[in-house]
């Protein structure tokens, strides 16, 4: 399923123009199937409601449907969200992802499951508000992070109704267009860490 998942996300289009403001990057297919899957293996997708936080594209949203999620997108490009919107209709999960053009500042619901590939933010902490969004309004987190920010988003876990339940290492390509001040993509080490609400954080 994985690698079939992993083969549909492939066709994902890419942002047309990337706005490096908004650091958008679309997830590697690999990754973002892996960070499905791992979601599925754990009861966290299927059936359940899940939610993109900064679905850009769509890669994380359409992955999650494909694996039977009742899912959410979350994107405040619209162009963005228009490309997502095409590129759902094109494998087949159009009707089965419901796309919110909104700041991601403005959820006020809440859902089982967050997946999301926030900004990293070279120059803010603009990912450090995705990431106490997702812990306020999920029982369940996935999402990607610079290995360089390991401690503090471990630190702002464990000072949260949430705990680390995994994470796991990957190098991924960052394109020149992402907030670095240099003409040459950039490889990092990024985590894919899990989340969960705790027992007395409920
Ligand atoms: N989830 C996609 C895109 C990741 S890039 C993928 O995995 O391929 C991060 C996305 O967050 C971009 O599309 C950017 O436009 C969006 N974004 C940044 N700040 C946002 C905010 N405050 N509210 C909603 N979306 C935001």
């Not at 000072?159 to 240099?182: D, K, M, R, V």
């Not at 990024?190 to 989340?195: A, E, M």
């Amino acid at each position: 399923m994985k690698t079939e998942i992993a083969r549909k996300l492939s066709q994902v289009e890419d942002f047309r123009q990337p706005r490096i403001s908004l650091e958008q990057y679309m997830t590697p297919p690999q990754l973002a199937a892996d960070l499905v899957y791992a979601a599925y293996m754990r009861g966290d997708i299927e059936n359940q409601e899940v939610v993109d936080l900064g679905a850009g594209t769509g890669m994380l949203a359409i992955g999650a449907a494909l694996a039977s999620g009742d899912v959410t997108a979350v994107e405040k490009d619209r162009e963005a969200l228009e490309v997502a919107r095409e590129n759902a209709g094109k494998l087949g999960v159009g009707e089965d992802i419901e796309f919110v053009e909104s700041d991601i500042e403005e959820l006020e619901d809440s859902f089982d499951t967050v997946i999301m590939n926030p900004p990293f933010s070279v120059h803010s902490d603009t990912g450090f508000d995705f990431i106490g969004k997702a812990l306020e309004i999920a029982s369940a987190t996935y999402f990607i992070a610079l290995a360089s920010a390991r401690e503090r988003i471990k630190d702002f876990v464990e000072n949260s109704t949430h705990e680390i339940e995994g994470l796991e290492s990957y190098t991924i390509s960052l394109p020149a267009t992402y907030g670095f001040h240099t003409s040459e993509n950039e490889e990092v080490e990024v985590d894919l860490v899990t989340t969960r609400r705790t027992q007395d954080g409920a």
